[in-house]
């Protein structure tokens, strides 16, 4: 709801436990479900046996030699991974949001940089929050890339911290940065903007009045917007960054430098578009998932509404 006049809402320490918990169980729920569609991607994007293969062909070409359970490597990671990166974005969008909101002079001043605030809000949330999610994803990661590395997230990570240490863990960092903020940008920024297209075509009196399943529509249309945009955004780096967790590209470099160099050795066709139909797929379904999930949740705990700073007058 639209905070009235230029007042800030207070929200207490309980409040962002909320806005965690219910952001921590919208990304893990919906993450963990979409492995099978994540492993594929992933195959498809490092292994040059599969180069050229649609998902349906990929997946049935993983199954048929190695079985079923393949399409859930990484499970245990992913599910961990993004329980502590979900709670933190979303945590974090509320609280820098509401910041950044602060620093405009209040809501109603901070209209007219609204989108700048989105954009903000969400990079910043999304860097803290990839602090912990780089050493699961890489996990993850070594794990659906290099089949027999281990048998699971435990023995995964203990391997990884054994043979690599620190370095191994946040070798990728920089490219997970390059993936993650563009996908939280495009995710939150659309999500609001979508929102407000919507809000301001039925006008403020309709929206007082929605029923929740009408809400979760207008959830699910904003979502599904969000998760086209956070895909194309980040596909790139996404590509890079299984490659490089692969072990792909000269070690002695940074791995700044060796996202460069392989981008160099891909071309912008395999950058941009190899994968890139499963990632929609899957990121669609994914960022949707998350906003009805959160409203939901945020509903069920009691949390308080965020911020809004969008043109209240209809179309």
Known sequence: MASKGNDLPNFTGSDYVKFFSAGA??????????????????RIQVDDAMKGLNMVRAARTIV?????????TGFGP?????LVQGGAK???YEFFKKQYIALAGGPEKAIGSRMGIYLGASATAE??????????????????SQRGYASGL????????????????????VPLLFKQVPFAVGQFSVHEAVNEVIYRAIGPERKATLTRLESTGVELTSGLAAGAAAAVLSHPADT??????KGAGDKNQSAASRMFQLAGEFGPKRLLLTGLGPRLLMTCALVSGQ?????RCKELTGAPPGIEIHKEKAL
Not at 35 to 41: A, L, M, N, Q, S
Not at 78 to 82: F, H, L, R, S
């Open 64 to 72: 048929a030699k190695e079985g079923t359970s393949a399409l859930l």
């Open 240 to 245: 890079l960054l299984s490659a490089i967790n």
């Open 78 to 82: 992913t599910a961990v991974g993004y």
């Open 127 to 144: 860097f803290f929050a990839d602090i912990l999610l780089c050493p699961l994803e890489a996990t993850r990661i070594r794990l659906v």
């Open 90 to 92: 979303f945590a974090g």
């Open 25 to 42: 169980l919208a990304a893990t729920s919906t993450h963990a479900a979409a492995t099978p569609i994540d492993v594929v991607k992933t």
């Open 291 to 295: 906003f009805v999930i959160y409203a």
């Open 154 to 173: 435990t023995s995964g990570f203990m391997r990884m911290a054994r043979e690599e240490g620190f370095r191994g863990f946040y070798s990728g960092f």
